[in-house]
């Protein structure tokens, strides 16, 4: 694997190979610790969509709702009664905007296949999730960013995905084995993102990290 590949995440030329089994390549940004897959290896959008349509997740599975759980509890102990949030990633099932909605709420979502509104994302909002999506972005930093600047002051940004360790447990890792996954952040990662803006980062549990935006 060629070294000096651009990060998607900090766009640095400091992608170095970190590991390849007989799939995908897989990159390691010496800047900002993101694992990522190069662009010319990704699904195709009919292919990607088409595993997004599997995907039978919904309100009214209990089982769904307690795995998001997981980041809805620690997000509603931290925002303020009635804040306004957006759901960014929200799936063909939208499930934790109604949850939050349910908890007295208002929600906007937005999903890249199902649910695409750019308005959407030119609104300020209290809090926004992005709950198993991030590994699933092509282009993390302009994203990312992007969901940063419609953040309020004082608001909060829960991400939910699992955590890229060490190149030995990448390699017995399933959540790499998934072909819409080309992303893989770690907690070096979250904590650059943190430092880039001047945001406090908690680990609220394994998987979910929550940013909060200075005022």
């Not at 640095?12 to 290896?41: H, I, K, M, N």
């Not at 699904?43 to 997004?52: D, T, V």
């Not at 309100?59 to 303020?80: G, H, T």
């Not at 939050?100 to 890249?112: K, L, N, R, S, T």
Request: aromatic share 14%; glycine share 4%; proline share 5%.
């Amino acid at each position: 694997m060629a070294s000096g590949q651009i990060c998607p995440n900090c766009k640095t030329a400091d992608g170095t190979g970190f590991y390849q089994d007989e799939r995908r390549d897989y990159f390691r940004c010496q800047t900002c610790s993101l694992v990522f897959v190069p662009a010319w290896q990704f699904l195709s959008a009919e292919e990607e969509k088409a595993r997004y349509d599997l995907h039978r997740n919904s309100p009214d599975d209990q089982d769904y709702r307690r795995f998001l759980s997981r980041i809805f509890i620690p997000m509603q102990e931290r925002i303020a009664p009635e804040s306004f949030g957006l759901d960014f990633g929200s799936g063909p099932g939208p499930t934790l905007s109604v949850m939050f909605e349910q908890a007295g709420h208002p929600m906007a979502i937005y999903d890249h296949f199902y649910a695409r509104d750019p308005s959407v994302l030119e609104k300020q909002y209290d809090f926004i999730t992005a709950t198993e999506v991030v590994e699933h972005l092509h282009n993390p930093k302009e994203e990312l960013d992007k969901l940063w600047s419609c953040l309020k002051p004082n608001g909060w940004l829960g991400i939910m995905t699992k955590l890229a360790l060490d190149r030995e447990a990448f390699a017995n890792w399933h959540y790499k084995n998934d072909f819409t996954h080309i992303c893989f952040f770690s907690r070096a990662t979250f904590e650059w993102l943190a430092r880039k803006w001047q945001a406090k980062v908690t680990f609220a549990d394994k998987d979910v990290i929550l940013f909060h935006k200075n005022s």
